[in-house]
Each structure stands twice: as C-alpha cells, then as structure tokens.
C-alpha cells in the first residue's frame, strides 16, 4: 500500500519531467516577428509610412519637429533660445560640445530613418504579389527619404557613416565614417533614383504630402546648389521652372496664406511635412500608436501669456530685416506682417492688444502660430512645415544662374518673389553678380525667416561668422566656425571604434 | 475639518481595542471556569543563574490545559490526571518534562539551549544544523523585526543583516523599498530572489511584518546555487509564522500614530524671490518680470510646501492564532493597516489575511499557506509641465501665483505669463485621481512521503495571482496660462499575473557512525504569465467616473509569458560535525533565450572545518565555545531580460498624416536591432567566512570576505547611433567584479533583573567594471535636471554608473583671476565675470565643456553599518535600531533648479546670500542668462556627500506583570511608544539622503524625489 502511493507520486514528477523542452520555445503573442512580416503589398507601403514618421516624431527628434527645427533658427542671429532646456540653450549660445543631448538625438532620428528606408529597400524586391509599378513606387519612395536623411546629416554634421544594407552580425554596427564627398554621392545616388522612377509628378488630394517625382528633382536641384555645382543644380530647377504649365507649381498671391492652416498643401508645395490631429492623444510617451501627429511647435513657440513656452524668441535683427523695405503703397512687407508680431499700429495677437498684453518692447512669432485664436491652449497644432516650397525652388534656381554669371537669368525669378512682396519693381538691369546675390541673400532671408534654411545659407555664402559676430545677439561672442556643424555625437564615438570625430571639432 | 476627521480615527481605534479586548477576555474567562480538580504549583528557575524565569509555558502533556509562570516565576495549574506529564518550554531554554507522579509541587530548573550553533538554518530545499551550514547565511527573527513600530517588511530589516541593502522606494503611502544583497552585480536587474514559504514573489512590500517568523539570507552563491539562474543577486527566505503545539495562542496588535515628513526645504517667499529674480534679471540688462513687480498673492505669497505636506495617522492591527497538537499544527492572521500620505489626498491601505498549517499522518505530512492581500491606494498623480511631479512642482512654483482661481473650469490658479510652466501642485493633488486596488492571493501546498527509512519526496504546488486595477481620471481644467485640459479623461488599467511552481524533490539522509549525508535531487517548473489591458476614454461626461457612455473606448494591451525549467542536485557530507563538504548543480532552461543557448549549468562547492571542535583546540581551554571556518565557490546566472527578446520584431501604429485633409496612414516596422546570440549572464562568487561563538553564545561574531564576479552581463549595450535602431539591444557585454567584507556581532548579556542585547554588522563592498563590450565604450546613466545631460557614467576602471562631472574651483574674486585663468594666452572662460566659478579645464583644451568631466565619486557606500540595541528591566524594555552608511555620493538634482537662478521659479534661500548680495559668498553671481554656466548641470557643484546615521527606530515598553494580567486571563500585555525614521545625521542637504531609483543609472541621483516620513507611534500588544 504505502510503496504504490510512492511510486504513484514519482511518477507524478516523471510527468512533470516529460514535456520540459516545449514549454522553452515561446512566440510573442503580441508582435509579427520580421519572418511573419513583409509579405504583402500592404506591408511594404506600411513601412513606407514609418520613414515618414521620422521626419515629425516629437519622441525621436524628427527633422521638421520642434527640437531640430529650433535648433535651426536659434544658431542664427535672427533667434535666441529660452534659457530652461540645458542643451537646446547650449547649442543657440554656441555652447554646445559632442555630449550635448539635443544634436545626439538628431544624429539618431537620422539614422533611425535610414533603417527603415533601408528596411523597405531591403525587403522590396523580395515581395511577391505585388503590382510592379506599386514596388517601383515604393522602392523609390524609400530611397528618396533615405537620401533626405542622409542630406540632412551631411548638411548638420559633415561626414559621417554610410548604411545602405541590413545589420546582420555584430561587426555590421560598427561602420567606418565615410568622407563628406562620399555622403554627397549618395545622397545624389538616391534622389536620382526617384527623379527617374515611376513616381507621379502629382498626387490626387488623398495622397497629398507624400513625395512626388519633382519633388526629388527639387532636391536633386538644392543638393548640387549645396555642393556649389551650379550647372547641374540649375539643370534640375529648369525642370520644374519650365514646365509650370504642366506641373501646375506657382506662388499663391497672398503669402499669409501659406501659414494661416487653411490652405495647406497649395500650389507652392513641392514637400510640405503634414501635422494633424490623427492617430492617438499624447505627444510623448506610451506606444507609437498612442502617438498624435499634431506637434507641439506652436505652444513651444508662443508666449507665455498666452500658454506658450518662449522657445523661439525673435531678434531685433531680425525685426530689423523684415521691415526695412516698404512695400509699394509704404506699407511693411506682408512677409513680416505673417512672420512676426510686434508694437506696430493695430497689432492684434492672439485676439489681443499686442503692446497692452505682451509689452511695447516685445517680438514674437506669427509664422505657424495659431495667431487667429485665443491662446496655444491644448499643445496640438496641426500647422504645416515646408520642406521645399515653390518659392525656394525659385531663389535656387535665381542664384544658381547668378553663381554662373547669368545675373539677366536670375532678374525675372526674384522679380516674381519682389512682386508678391508687393515691393516696387526695381530695375535690376546691368546688376553685377554681387548685387543680384545681395538681394537674393536678403530675399531669401525675409521669405524664409523662421523656415530653417537660414544657417545653412549663410554657412553656403561663406557669411556666417560675419553675420552672427556683427548681430552681437544671443551668445555671438562664443562663436567660432567650428559651430558650422554639429560636432559627431560623443555617444557614437563611445560606442563605435571606428568611429572618429570631424575636424575641427 | 480635516482636523476633526483624524480625532474620529483615532476614536474608532480606541473603541475597536476596546471592543476586541472585551469580547477576548470573555471567551477567555467562560473557558476558566470549567475545570477544577488537583492543583499544582511550583517555581521554575534558570539551571545556571539560579534566576526565576517569568513566562514559560507549563502544560499537561497531550492536552490543551496550560499556564504560564507569573512575574515570581510561579505557576499554578489544575490537573485531571495524577499521572500525566508537564512540559515546561521557554524560548532559548530546552523543553523539560516532568512526571506529576501524585506530587503538587513541582519546581524545576531550565537550562538555557548551549549556544546558537546548534541552531538549525534554512537553506534551500530543506534545513542543515548551524554546525553543518558551510554557506553565507544570515538569519533574522521574528522580534528583531521591531513589527511593533515597522509596517513595511523592507524597512523592518534595513540595517540588521550585513551585507544587504535596503533603500526606501519613495515617500509615497505604500511605497515599499528596494532591497540589494552585496552590491549590484548585474546591470538590469539587482532584485533577490524573494520566496515566501517556498513560493516566489516580486516583493516583500505587501506582507505584514506581523506575520513574520524568520528571514533568512543566502548571500553567497554556495548557499543559493540550488536556486540557481534566480539566485545571482541572493536569495531572502521568508517564513511566516508557524503552527506550534499546544493550546491555542492569540496575539492581538494595535498600534496608532501619525507621520510627518522629517524636513522642508528653505525656499524663497514672495518678497524674497522678486528681489532674486529682479537681480538676476538685471545682471543680464533686462526688464523685470511681471510677476515679480505685481503677484497675485501679496506679502509671502503661497508656501506650496506647506500646502502640500501634512500630519497623517496612521493605524495597524493584527490579530494571530496559533496553536495545534502532534499531528496538526496551524497558525492564522488578520492584518489592517492604514496609512494616510503625509502628502495630502493621497492614503494607503492593506488588509492580509494568512493561513498556514501543516498535518501529518503515517509517512505523510501535507501541508500550506494561503496569504490573501488587498491593497488599495490614492496615488501620487503624474502632473504635467516642469514640475514633473506634486513635490517638483511645489518647491518650483513660483510663490505669487494664488492657489485658487473662480473663474477658471476646475477652480485653481496657476502659473501664467513669461515664467516657466509649473502645474500647481494643490491642483494636481486635487483634479487629478489616482486610485489602484491590487489582489495578490499567494497559494503553496506540499504533500511530503517518507519512505525507506531515509528517503523523502515531495510535491510543491503553488501559484501567485495577481490583479493590479488602476483608474486615473482628468477632469476639464484650467490651470493658469499653461495648461488646459478640454475633456474629462478616464483611463483604465488591468494587470493580471500569474505565476506558477511545480518543484519534485527527493532527500536521502543518513548517518553512519560518525559520517552523515544528506542528498537531494530535484525537478521544478516555473511559468510566469502577464496580461495587461489599458482602456482610455476621452471626453466623457462630466461626474462620470467609469468607462461607460457615448464614447467608445480605446484599447491596447500586450501578453507576456516565460518558462524556466531546471534539474537540480546536493550532497552534503559531515564527518564529525567537525568537516563538511557540499556540491550543488542546477542545470535551466530559459524560454528567454534563442533555442541555441537555451540552457545553462550552475555548480558550487563548499566546505566547513569545526576548529571548535577538535580537541586540541578545546584544550586551549579559551574563552571561545565554537569556532567555525567556511569556504565556498559557485556560479549563478541571470536571465532577467524580458522576455522574446532574441528576435526581430515589428513595431505597429508608427504612423503619418496624409492627403488634405490629413487622414492616418499606419505603418509598421522594425525599430530595434535584435539580441544577437543572447546567453545567461553569469555571476562566480567565492566566499570565505568565520564563525565564532564565546563564553558560552554570550557572544557571536561572524565574517565573511566574498569575491563575487559577473561576467557576460546582460544588458543594453549602446550600439552605435548610425544603425537606427530606437533601443539597444541586449548583448552579452563586460563584468563586474564586487568584493568586500561583511561582519555581524552579536552579544547577549544578564545582570540581575536587567537583560540586553546588542547586535551589530558592518559592511564594505567595492564594485568595479573590468571590462565593457568595445574597450572605450561607456554607458550613460541618467541625468538629474530637466532635460539634462547624464551625470552617471560606467567605465572599465570605475563602479558601475558613477559620477562624471567636471571640477569647481570657487569663484572668480577679481578680474585678474578671470584673466590668470587661460591656456596659451586665451581665456578659458571668457564669458565669466568677477562672482562667476571657477571650472577646472581637465581635459586641457583651453575650454570648458562635458569633455572636462572627471570621476567624482560613486552612488555606492563604502561601508554600511547597524546597531541594535535591546534591554529589559522587570516589565520595561526598549530597544533603538540604528542604520547609517558612509562615503556614498549624492547628485542634489533639485539645487540644478533652485539654485540657478535661470528659469523663472522658485529658488532655494541659499541664492539670498549669494555673491550678487554679498561679495563674500562662496554662491556664485545670479544672472538670468548665465552666460558663464554656472548653472551648468555637468559640474560638481551639486554633488553632496550622501552619508548618514539614522535612528531607525525606538521603542520603549512596559509589560504589566503577569500577576495582574492573569486575574483577567491575559498572558501578556505591553503597551509601547514607538517611533521610525526619528532623525537622521546627514549633511546632505536635500529632503532625505536615502534616494532610490529603478534603474541602476539613476541611483544617488535626487531629482524631486519624495521625502522620507517619520512616525510616532503607541501600541499595545495582547497574548492570550
């Protein structure tokens, strides 16, 4: 009796003891694995989406989001920053180093694009069923945003690594830096991938602000201005510029529309970067599916009279460019009427007496801010950033053609900027080349202000020390040239042995 | 009104003791009355001191009739029989039977138990003799827990075992603490093993501490190598109290007291700050700020701190009835604790309830636990804007904005204007409501057979679930300028846990002539399931507080689940009870791990030699009773990585708006670059240690000196940037060696009426990075400002996250010094004025910047100590824990706010004195645009030392004499104040040095962490 009972309980345990291997290979029941994945003609335009995500994820330091797009405005004379945010203050005051946070996550946003652009890449050709000019849409789609990642890196950083392909052993994490000229090549390679693809030059209005053929000839254009390749750039400019009959670009008449939120996506888009109240209700944290696609650009911008953060405080200097050239009638350029508020008869600034609520001495951002209502209240704007605007397409084209000598070429491009402005017609007739690039300098200035092209003007003009050091704004005492780029960020240094930092950082 | 609402509580309590009290002695005195026949009397005396010993048991051997001797050490009892047996137990003395044999006085003579190596310890999967123990293996008992005065099992051991860390995990009701067995090993997880009757549980913070019998901790990997890939960071055993034979025995616990946080911070009042802010302002040529010409709040303003904080009782009672007979032992609990938050509207509350028995019949002996817990709180909420939380935003918010505001929806004021975005605090404690009740059943039964004589097998089963439900609910609100929350807001989450444990042992024992051997093999199967439902609604309707109505509620949740399975194996042989040899192996299975590197082996050996023993050592005729030498060397592993995290996975909902107007396009990807070869981290640890017992167990001392060796840590190694990937994965990366020493003490002495006791431990360890993943790799920690850069660092040739900052030098006096201070003829601060610091350029760049950071020392202590001290003379006793540790570091994250004066709150008092105001201040110059950082979050400015020596606790009693309680049938009544946390010595000058954080980063880094309360305390304790 008592023996059976021992036996029965040791085989209990030899039970137990029998199904042991199975219970260690578990699926995640919550995720596709990437075997599951990339099957469909549905998955790889899924993923398409996720590069798209990069350049506006408030989480990842997106390209066109607050944290980058200030950091490109504040290391001008025209902004200075807020002194609350350690490193986004550090980098406005020329204090930054290769540890500071803000470019850090930059850097990585970057990449964190080029690895899904490569993903998609990777996993195009592999796909069956699927429509052949969809997989050749898709695929250029990717590579052109690759090649926007990688223009963004080589324009903040110089030099740096080149991905094109998927990690696959641990020694793949470890790439060697590649030479700025290398960088330029591919980001050649990929943009003249998707200007000679089967993307369609325009998109019906449910697909609005993905990327269109012209758009990566813009950029294909801006790349070689960039590069000083001044013939080549204006070969690709041509191509937009000429056929506008066809491609239906031009300038809307009234340049306040172009930041009042209700006429996005208009003629003068070539890329505009979408915010909307879509998807989930947090800005940042919880899962990416909880994510909003509104950005919190506005309320980090405004006043803090009227909920905002004060990170984005218009210069003086700035105020200054913008308002010393009249219009026709003796009015202030419209551009500085739609890109600034200040003590001007009639100001009204978030429905409110500007010098009553915000002080006589105070400047303030108009340009993408929900001006028209009472305050920045709820942290969600769905205002547009521009990534290419027609306008831009044209100052480019005018100054690729002044650099080659033909100031006669540029005149009619910036006459048509000029004639928006509603400035006076001047004659710009026998204008030497340093004329026509003063004014163009200038226009770009005002046209753009706050639009985050103006470092990287002045860097390409070779006037950005002048500029910063003669505004004597912010921290231009601290300015050096080596505050042209960001420095590599110390934590790739740290974790890549071949990794080296640039000169003359 | 609040006022009033704590004087009814404490009515409730004294009419609940009341009440019990009365409702027990009735019980009591009915059952009195029943039997009368023979009566027996007599004295009980210790056998040495010839003393009278007051409160041993006497009773009738096979019966339930018994008594206790009174404060003469006498006894009285009635008996049936002439012919039975009495029993005379007393702790720490041997049990003596003596045969009534018709007589009616029977005196006798206790001997107190020879010494506390014949105790017998626990240890995995079974107990050995003290003798026989050749691991690092502390105990603690029930008393040494101070349950009277501590609510929390954490804290109840904080500073009693050498060698374990115990920090507080916040001030929050309930907030629990973090325990770290000698020094952190791993880079991910630093948890012990934790097991509750043989059962595992994620923490100790649920259990009463009343329902305690012994800790016991396994700190060497030969002691806790049976538990294997668990047990790399220790192993702490708790019992809970057992069954023991004899009439039915209750304890009733009641203690009441109120709690106040130990410190506020000196912080500027509204008059104060203007004229901080105004000078700051004007250093940088600028107007003025508003609120500081025209506050709200006139005079002082608001003090947010005082608005925050308050007294708040607090109340425990445990009921607990143990008792059984040979066959059938049973212990059972009730426990009610609560405790209101000493930060206002927020409160604690827990309710335990506890079975334990154990029943033998023939070769069987089953048995189990059943520990049933309800916990409910009124959390903290998370608040929006800088503050980051109710306590950052209270010493941050500026004091001329007025708390309440008519006109705004909600009812409160706030911040507005051009100063930074502080939510007011008094807002969020009161819009915002976070509550969670959780339900943990923890359920273990064993069957047990024994058969041939030597061999036993047995069967444990056992599981603990657990619910976590947790509501936050945001009103509509307006909060000054900044925030504004258009729609009520409900979210719900559901947290389900499911943990289960099959373990099949066998143990052979033997002793032949002079060898003994114990022998175990063994089988078990761990499966740990998770399940999480998160619901959110958004614009629900007003006074609507759960998920019901128009709006359709958005869902997400996620599944988790892991398995391990191990086989396992000891031999322990003694000869003599002199030497000892033991060998452990432990083979797992990890369901974590890729199907290549699934399984792991874990060996240890150790052994013993009882000096004490030998004869020759004996004839030394010292003073020394024992004396034993251990050795021991093992391998544990770690597999605390989350689970499925070897393969690639997909991310979804990563989305973009397109077409005009925009809609969702939702996307999919893979955003993290897998684990690539994942396998068990993998801790050696060697450990040599002393035992020593004198003049009989007066005195126990015992060291140990451990050399404990991570290798293969597993942990997010930062991968290079340019590969994309959003987290790191894991790799198998480095180790880490921790070394040190550790020593207990203990003394026990008796003079006359007064009896003490004095226990001590001392420990030191000394953790260091031999080696990380590249070489030049290093890890950042965490930072401790608002979007700051990291403070904590790991490098090979450093411990594990310590400080990297870069060096002050005082302030510049004079514009010579600013121009001395130069590398090749350029400034090296050009932007410093006289009364700005001074930085040291380390890296000798002729700049000042991160690169120059340094290493400033660690978040870990050098040594950890403490003492506690028990006496009692006649019915008064008292007892004084103290804890202290030395030579650790702390970031004073809090001062990079206050005490730079560059954003627009409230400021520390220090900046009144600060060179702007007087010339002679070692505090640099204010300037609102700190042209020369000194505000810059990288230097050490704002690195404190974090020593301290705390009084833990303090208790006095007053036992009222048996002679007394007896006439009302009680066996034993005490009452006692009490008090936790009552001062600690520090010169840290932040709310509390006893900072804690989850990751391993953030340790010694004070960022608006809560502050630590105190508590006076007045109990009573009843046995019947």
Redesign the interface.
């Known amino acids: 009796m008592?023996?059976k009972?021992?036996i029965l309980?040791?085989m209990?345990?030899l039970v137990?003891?029998s199904s042991?291997?199975d219970?260690?290979?578990?699926e995640?029941?919550?995720?596709?694995?990437?075997?599951?994945?990339w099957k469909t003609s549905d998955?790889l335009e899924?993923?398409?989406?996720?590069i798209?995500?990069t350049?506006?994820?408030n989480n990842?330091a997106g390209y066109w989001e607050i944290q980058a797009m200030q950091l490109k405005e504040n290391r001008t004379e025209n902004f200075v920053a807020?002194?609350?945010?350690?490193?986004?203050y550090a980098v406005s005051?020329y204090?930054n180093?290769?540890?500071?946070?803000v470019p850090?996550d930059i850097?990585?946003a970057l990449?964190?694009?080029?690895?899904?652009a490569?993903?998609v890449i990777t996993y195009a050709p592999k796909i069956q069923n699927i429509d052949e000019t969809k997989r050749e849409q898709l695929l250029a789609e990717a590579t052109f945003l690759r090649g926007l990642n990688y223009f963004n890196l080589v324009n903040e950083f110089g030099a740096?690594?080149i991905?094109t392909a998927l990690?696959e052993?641990?020694s793949d994490?470890?790439?060697s830096k590649s030479t700025e000229a290398e960088v330029w090549s591919q980001v050649i390679s990929d943009f003249q991938f998707a200007a000679n693809s089967a993307l369609p030059e325009n998109y019906p209005?449910?697909?609005?602000?993905?990327v269109t053929k012209n758009a990566a000839i813009a950029f294909l254009g801006k790349t070689y201005l960039y590069m000083k390749d001044y013939a080549k750039a204006e070969e690709q400019f041509n191509k937009l510029v000429n056929n506008e009959a066809t491609n239906g670009y031009g300038l809307v008449d009234n340049y306040a529309e172009l930041f009042d939120g209700k006429h996005?996506?208009s003629k003068e888009s070539v890329f505009e970067i979408?915010?909307?109240k879509?998807?989930?209700?947090t800005i940042w944290g919880g899962?990416?599916?909880?994510?909003t696609?509104a950005t919190t650009m506005a309320q980090e911008c405004a006043?803090?009279?009227?909920?905002g953060?004060?990170e984005l405080l218009p210069t003086t200097v700035l105020l200054n460019a913008m308002t010393n050239e009249k219009t026709v009638d003796g009015s202030f350029d419209p551009r500085a009427l739609a890109t600034l508020a200040w003590n001007y008869p009639g100001c009204i600034y978030y429905n409110s007496d500007f010098v009553s609520k915000f002080g006589a001495?105070a400047i303030w951002i108009r340009k993408n801010q929900n001006w028209w209502n009472n305050?920045e209240?709820?942290w969600k704007s769905?205002l547009n950033e521009f990534a290419m605007r027609y306008a831009d397409v044209l100052l480019m084209l005018a100054e690729a053609r002044t650099m080659q000598g033909n100031v006669a070429g540029a005149a009619p491009l910036v006459k048509r900027i000029r004639d928006r402005a509603k400035l006076t017609d001047i004659s710009m007739v026998g204008w030497s080349k340093d004329q026509m690039m003063t004014e163009i300098m200038h226009q770009r200035n005002v046209e753009f202000a706050r639009e985050g092209l103006h470092f990287f003007d002045l860097r390409r003009w070779g006037t950005l020390e002048s500029v910063i050091k003669s505004s004597q704004v912010g921290?231009y005492?601290?300015f050096t040239t080596k505050f042209s780029y960001y420095p590599i960020?110390?934590?790739?240094l740290?974790?890549?042995?071949n990794?080296t930092q640039n000169s003359p950082w | 009104m609040k006022k009033k609402k704590n004087v009814n509580r404490m009515k409730n309590l004294r009419s609940f003791i009341t009440s019990k009290l009365g409702l027990s002695i009735f019980i009591l005195m009915s059952c009195i009355g029943m039997q009368a026949q023979n009566t027996i009397t007599g004295t009980v005396k210790d056998s040495k001191s010839d003393q009278k010993i007051v409160g041993v048991t006497v009773s009738v051997k096979g019966t339930t009739n018994g008594t206790v001797t009174d404060f003469d050490g006498t006894y009285k009892l009635n008996v049936t029989d002439p012919k039975g047996i009495l029993v005379f137990t007393y702790v720490g003395y041997s049990t003596i039977e003596e045969a009534i044999n018709g007589r009616d006085v029977i005196d006798v003579s206790l001997k107190e138990e020879s010494n506390a190596l014949n105790e017998v310890v626990v240890i995995g999967y079974g107990s050995v003799k003290k003798t026989s123990a050749t691991g690092a293996i502390a105990s603690l008992k029930a008393k040494q827990l101070d349950a009277q005065s501590n609510t929390n099992l954490g804290s109840a051991i904080q500073g009693k075992v050498a060698g374990v860390s115990v920090e507080s995990a916040g001030g929050g009701p309930g907030s629990g603490t973090r325990i770290q067995i000698r020094g952190a090993g791993s880079l991910n997880n630093n948890t012990p093993l934790i097991l509750v009757d043989d059962i595992q549980v994620a923490s100790m913070n649920s259990l009463s501490p009343n329902d305690i019998e012994s800790i016991e901790v396994l700190k060497d990997a030969a002691a806790a190598a049976i538990y294997g890939s668990r047990a790399a960071n220790g192993v702490v055993i708790i019992t809970t109290k057992n069954g023991k034979k004899g009439d039915i025995k209750v304890t009733l616990d009641v203690f009441g007291g109120v709690a106040s946080v130990t410190k506020q911070l000196d912080l500027l009042n509204q008059e104060q700050w203007a004229k901080v802010s105004n000078a700051a302002y004007a250093a940088a040529g600028k107007a003025p700020l508003d609120i500081a010409l025209n506050p709200e709040v006139g005079g002082a303003g608001v003090n947010y701190q005082d608005e925050i904080f308050r007294t708040a009782p607090t109340q425990n009672y445990s009921l607990g009835f143990l008792g059984g007979s040979d066959n059938l032992k049973y212990s059972m609990s009730l426990n009610y604790y609560n405790q209101e938050g000493v930060i206002k509207e927020t409160n604690y509350d827990r309710f335990n309830m506890r079975v334990k028995s154990d029943y033998k019949k023939g070769i069987f002996k089953i048995g189990e636990t059943i520990l049933l817990t309800k916990e409910k709180r009124k959390e903290l909420p998370g608040v929006p804007g800088q503050g980051r939380n109710v306590l950052g935003s209270a010493i941050t918010m500026i004091p001329g904005f007025a708390i309440y505001d008519e006109n705004a929806i909600g009812g409160y004021g706030g911040a507005s204007g051009s100063v930074t975005d502080i939510f007011n605090p008094v807002a969020a404690l009161n819009l915002f409501d976070v509550t969670s009740d959780t339900y943990q059943a923890l359920l273990n039964t064993y069957v047990e057979a024994s058969f041939f004589k030597d061999f036993k097998y047995k069967l444990n089963v056992g599981a603990t679930v657990s619910e976590y439900k947790r509501d936050n609910y945001t009103p509509r609100y307006e909060v000054g300028g900044f925030f504004k929350n258009l729609d009520n807001d409900l979210s719900h989450t559901d947290e389900f846990n499911l943990y289960t444990q099959v373990e099949n042992t066998l143990n052979y024992t033997k002793s032949f002539g002079k060898s003994y051997v114990n022998a175990l093999a063994g089988y078990t199967i761990y499966n740990n399931g998770f399940k999480s439902v998160v619901s959110s609604v958004s614009g629900i309707p007003d006074n609507i507080y759960v998920l019901a109505g128009a709006v359709q509620p958005a869902v997400t949740g996620y599944n988790l689940e892991n398995n391990l399975v191990s086989y396992l194996g000891r031999v322990i042989y003694s000869y003599d009870s002199k030497y000892t040899l033991s060998a452990t192996i432990r083979r797992d299975g990890s369901s974590r791990f890729s199907p290549d590197n699934k399984w792991g082996n874990f060996p240890s050996v150790s052994a013993a030699w009882g000096i004490g023993k030998e004869t020759f050592f004996t004839n030394l005729k010292t003073p020394i009773t024992d004396l034993k030498l251990r050795a021991s060397y093992g391998v544990l592993g770690n597999q605390e990585i989350g689970d499925y995290q070897y393969l690639g996975l997909i991310t979804s909902g990563i989305s973009y708006g397109v077409g005009e107007p925009n809609t969702l396009w939702s996307g999919n990807i893979q955003t993290d670059s897998p684990g690539v070869g994942l396998k068990w981290e993998s801790t050696e640890t060697a450990d040599f240690g002393l035992d020593l017992d004198l003049w009989n167990g007066k005195l126990q001392y015992t060291f140990d000196y451990f050399n404990k060796q991570t290798s293969d840590l597993l942990l997010r190694v930062p991968i290079p940037l340019s590969v994309g990937s959003n987290n790191n994965p894991y790799t198998n990366a480095g180790n880490v060696t921790n070394k040190g020493y550790e020593m207990s003490l203990t003394y026990n002495e008796k003079i006359g009426d007064f009896n003490f006791n004095v226990t001590g431990n001392f420990s030191s360890i000394k953790n260091n990075v031999d080696e990380l993943s590249t070489g030049s790799q290093v890890l950042e920690g965490s930072g401790g400002s608002f979007h700051g850069a990291p403070v904590t660092y790991s490098k090979v040739g450093y411990p594990i996250y310590s400080f990297f900052l870069v060096d002050t030098d005082g302030l510049f006096r004079s514009q010579a010094e600013i121009d001395a201070h130069s590398k090749n003829g350029t400034l090296i601060q050009p932007n410093a004025q006289v009364g700005d610091i001074r930085y040291i350029d380390y890296n000798g760049d002729g700049e000042i910047n991160g690169e120059d950071r340094q290493y400033k020392g660690s978040a870990f202590p050098k040594f950890e100590y403490g003492l506690r001290l028990q006496g009692d003379w006649k019915g008064i006793d008292c007892t004084i824990a103290l804890q202290g540790v030395e030579g650790n570091k702390i970031y004073n994250g809090n001062n990079t706010d206050l005490q730079t004066v560059r954003s627009n709150i409230n400021y520390s008092a220090a900046t009144l004195d600060s060179y702007t105001f007087n010339p002679n201040s070692n505090f640099p110059r204010l300037d609102i645009d700190d042209k020369n950082n000194n505000g810059a979050d990288y230097s050490d400015r704002f690195l404190e030392d974090g020593s301290y020596l705390r009084i833990k606790t303090v208790q006095v009693g007053y036992t009222i004499p048996n002679s007394i309680t007896k006439q009302v049938s009680v066996d034993k009544c005490r009452i006692y104040f009490a008090g936790d946390n009552l001062y600690t010595f520090t010169k840290y000058s932040g709310y509390n040095p006893d900072v804690s954080a989850d990751a391993l980063g953030g340790r010694g880094i004070d960022y608006k962490s809560y502050p630590l309360s105190k508590t006076i305390l007045f109990g009573l304790q009843l046995n019947f």
């Open positions: 008592k023996k009972s021992i309980y040791l209990t345990g137990f003891l042991c291997d219970n260690l290979e578990l995640n029941p919550n995720q596709k694995t990437t075997s599951s994945f998955d899924s993923g398409v989406a996720t798209y995500n350049l506006v994820d990842n807020r002194n609350d945010v350690p490193d986004r005051y204090k180093d290769a540890g500071t946070g850090r850097f990585k990449y964190i694009g080029v690895f899904r490569n993903q740096v690594p991905t990690v052993s641990q994490y470890f790439k209005t449910a697909l609005k602000g993905r996005e996506n979408q915010f909307s879509v998807g989930g209700s899962s990416p599916a909880e994510r696609r006043p803090g009279e009227v909920g953060w004060n001495n305050d209240g709820d769905e921290g005492q601290l960020p110390q934590s790739e740290n974790n890549n042995p990794m």
